[in-house]
């Protein structure tokens, strides 16, 4: 008798559960939100089940927050020094869109820690981002906001505005503060083509960034980094409005050598490993990066023309 009724009993919590999964099943199907408590379809959770949501970083901060960048326990003393930082990008706009270029050298201290570090990537199909700062935090943000971009577009069924993307990207700086304030700064740069440029308008346009996730929008040309200083100086002597294609990457290219003249932590062409700035250019075809023997030609000419100069001095 007592083996018998605990089978029933068995039988009894299971058919519960299954007609609670039922349920569950049925409220997702119609649209309606699963109870948290649920464990809906499958056995997941609620956060998974929610189609209401367009924010990948609203669901990762949900179901696991652990994973962000911003929500990881904050080093108590200043732990700069001790980490590779990436330094000097630079974007001008053209007369067909933008580009961006960043210069291979990442540093820690007083020390080169990497020479041959990428700090330029694209974010989407029309969008790309430049990194600097605190490089392992910095190329974590760049993939999550590549990802945050990509499935706003698979729920939403459209691609976020130019100035929607700015502003996504400013909300994820400033969850990273309190890992800021202790020497583990990101500071990036943000350009893309805007698809929604009224006409007569520059269809290319530059994002600044500070560590709060203040958002401003540069005019023509912009450069981060600790070398932003040199190669801004450089591009305001090169730079010009209605710029072409071919010229606007010689500025890039000049502006990231001249920053390596002056700054140590940022480096300039290496013709003995082939080493030279990765840029992106952002145009009514998408994004692209420049082949490395465009930018090596390119490069060559700048070092051969200052060689000269250099010898009739």
């Known amino acids: 008798m007592r083996r018998e009724r605990r089978i029933r009993e ?5 058919t519960q559960e299954r007609s609670n999964a039922g349920h569950a099943g049925a409220e997702q199907e119609r649209g309606e939100r699963v109870n948290g408590s649920s464990p809906g379809r499958n056995g997941f ?9 367009s924010s990948f970083t609203d669901f990762l901060a949900v179901t696991a927050p652990d994973l962000l ?3 990881r326990p904050i080093p108590q003393l200043p732990v700069g020094d001790i ?11 053209y007369d067909g869109g933008v580009l961006m270029g960043g210069d ?11 020479r041959d570090i990428e700090k330029v990537y694209p974010a989407d199909a029309w969008s790309v981002i430049g990194i600097a700062g605190a490089a392992g935090i910095a190329i974590e943000m760049v993939k999550l906001y590549q990802v945050e971009l990509e499935h706003y577009e698979k ?4 691609t976020l505005s130019l100035d929607g993307k700015a502003n996504r990207l400013a909300q994820m700086i400033r969850g990273n503060l309190g890992a800021a304030l202790q020497g583990l700064a990101v500071v990036p740069l943000f350009a893309g083509y805007d698809l929604d440029a009224a006409p007569g308008t520059s269809p290319g346009r530059i994002f600044s960034y500070d560590v709060t996730g203040g958002n401003y929008e540069e005019r023509g040309y912009s450069a981060v980094g ?13 730079w010009r409005p209605g710029l072409g294609g071919d010229a606007a990457t010689r500025t890039i290219v000049e502006a990231l050598y001249d920053a390596a003249d002056d700054d140590s932590a940022t480096g300039g062409p290496d013709p003995v490993r082939r080493l030279y700035p990765i840029v992106y250019r952002v145009d009514a075809e998408g994004t692209v990066r420049l082949p490395d023997d465009e930018v090596s030609a390119i490069a060559k000419r700048i070092t051969d023309e200052r060689s000269a100069a250099d010898g009739q001095g």
């Open 155 to 158: 729920i939403e069924g459209l």
């Open 226 to 238: 600790s070398g932003s200083l040199f190669a801004r100086n450089s591009l305001k002597k090169t």
């Open 83 to 93: 980490t590779p930082h990436g330094t000097t990008i630079v974007a001008v706009t």
């Open 10 to 14: 068995g039988a009894r919590e299971l």
């Open 104 to 114: 291979r050298r990442a540093t820690m201290g007083n020390l080169i820690s990497s």
């Open 45 to 53: 959770t609620a956060a998974y089940l929610d189609r209401v949501g």
């Open 69 to 71: 960048p911003g929500r």
